[in-house]
């Protein structure tokens, strides 16, 4: 089947069309990253060497920034990426995700929402500056696996 005849590929160049200026990274990535603070190159670094050594590859991240989005359009967004795992990235960013589907998004825990795999940070971009922090993180991610 080519990309063109490829329902889920079609949605997601309709996605990426859409809000082209909001989304980054592999357009096919297994990891869909939702920021509305955006992320530095510590983050971002970060979160791709963390897939990476969990075995998601090194290209896995698909990153979208959903400030100004309502929950339809972050549904739109999430369903239409398709990704396996969900990462939000800071607290308003969970918010948005939770809003969009109705549901609980809890910050620094295992969780559900989109009925795919997603861990929810407060400030990823700070928590990367603290080890304690940083460890937390890494703690976190790795579940993903």
């Known amino acids: 089947m080519t990309e063109s005849n490829n329902i ?4 997601r160049e309709q996605i990426r069309e859409t809000h082209a200026e909001r989304i980054t990274g592999n357009a096919s990535g297994v990891a869909l990253v939702v920021f509305t603070t955006p992320l530095n190159a510590a983050a971002t670094n970060a979160l ?11 290209d896995a991240c698909t990153f979208a920034d959903l400030n100004g989005l309502g929950p339809e ?9 398709d ?3 969900l990462v939000a ?3 308003h960013a969970a918010t948005l995700c939770a809003q969009a589907v109705a ?9 559900r929402l989109f009925g795919r795999e997603a861990r929810a940070f407060e400030d990823l971009n700070s928590m990367l500056g603290c080890e304690d922090d940083r460890q937390a993180v890494w703690r976190l991610l790795k579940t993903l696996a």
């Not at 990476?52 to 590859?57: C, L, R, W």
């Not at 549901?103 to 825990?109: D, I, R, S, V, Y």
């Open 8 to 11: 889920y590929a079609y949605a």
């Open 73 to 81: 359009d972050v549904f739109d967004v999430v369903e239409g990426i």
């Open 89 to 91: 990235a800071d607290g």
């Open 48 to 58: 791709q060497k963390s897939f990476a050594a969990i075995g998601f590859g090194a």
């Open 83 to 85: 990704p396996v795992v």
């Open 103 to 111: 549901q609980e998004f809890p910050l620094m825990k295992n969780a």
